[in-house]
């Protein structure tokens, strides 16, 4: 079982900063591109970031040049830096991996962690 859990959300001041982590666990895996997505509240779910196994890094134009997600190859883990944090980006903020398995047959299967909130408010 491959298995995502996000941490570091709570509340932040705008302006302030926060960053999340997510650490990915279990066996026999690699990963193939990791996300950052986030719901609000009557919302649908939408893509805050992404990064692939090369490198490469997407963001949503709301944004750019506010949150950094980088990775740790030696963790397994995939963070998100939210610098000057504004009340809409008040939501939950899921993790999301894109996983395959040589030694169990399969590619590009999605996981998604449980999401932790983030609540940007004075």
């Known amino acids: 079982q491959v298995q995502l859990v996000e941490s570091g959300g709570g509340l932040v001041q705008p302006g302030g900063s926060l960053r999340l982590s997510c650490v990915v666990s279990?066996?026999?895996?690699?990963?193939?591109?990791t996300g950052w997505y986030r719901q609000a509240s009557g919302k649908e779910r939408e893509l805050v970031a992404g990064?692939?196994?090369?490198?490469?890094?997407n963001y949503a134009d709301s944004v750019k040049g506010r949150f950094t997600i980088s990775r740790d190859n030696a963790k397994n883990t995939v963070y998100l830096q939210m610098n000057s944090p504004k009340p809409e980006d008040t939501a939950v903020y899921y993790c999301?991996?894109?996983?395959?398995?040589?030694?169990?047959?399969?590619?590009?299967?999605?996981?998604w962690g449980q999401g932790t909130l983030v609540t940007v408010s004075s």
């Open positions: 999301n991996a894109e996983i395959s398995s040589s030694e169990y047959l399969y590619w590009g299967v999605e996981v």
């Open positions: 279990g066996s026999a895996f690699s990963i193939d591109a």
């Open positions: 990064i692939t196994s090369g490198g490469s890094t």
